[in-house]
């Protein structure tokens, strides 16, 4: 069983940053890979990026273009997602979520979820 609690969201203006962090607590698999979704108002869930724990190997959604950037501390057990650059349309549920890299982009594909922390981009 695997359990993640994600933090750091809040509200902030176009061009500010926010950095979300994701704990996790229990048996992280060193096969899973841990991604950062969201979800805006009225919309669907998407991927925003992930990264393996085994190698550190990343991926990102397209709509991001360098703003955001996540790591991992394995000795921490914690997923960071610095985010730089925020755009209103950024403005969303933020989760974080444990899959296999294979699939860590799509939601359909996560074992494990945490609650979300929200953000918002406004001024």
């Known amino acids: 069983q695997l359990q993640l609690a994600e933090s750091g969201g809040g509200l902030v203006q176009p061009g500010g940053s926010l950095k979300l962090s994701c704990q996790l607590t229990?048996?992280?698999?060193?096969?899973?890979?841990i991604g950062w979704f969201r979800q805006a108002p009225g919309k669907g869930r998407e991927g925003v990026s992930c990264?393996?724990?085994?190698?550190?190997?990343?991926k990102y959604g397209d709509f991001v273009r360098g703003r955001f950037t996540i790591s991992r501390d394995n000795a921490k057990n914690t997923v960071d997602l610095q985010m730089n650059s925020l755009k209103p349309e950024d403005t969303g549920v933020y989760y974080c979520?444990?899959?296999?890299?294979?699939?860590?982009?799509?939601?359909?594909?996560?074992?494990?979820w945490g609650q979300g922390t929200q953000v918002t981009v406004s001024s």
């Open positions: 990264v393996s724990f085994s190698d550190g190997t990343t």
């Open positions: 979520a444990a899959a296999h890299f294979s699939h860590c982009m799509v939601p359909a594909g996560a074992d494990y």
């Open positions: 229990g048996t992280t698999q060193g096969y899973y890979s």
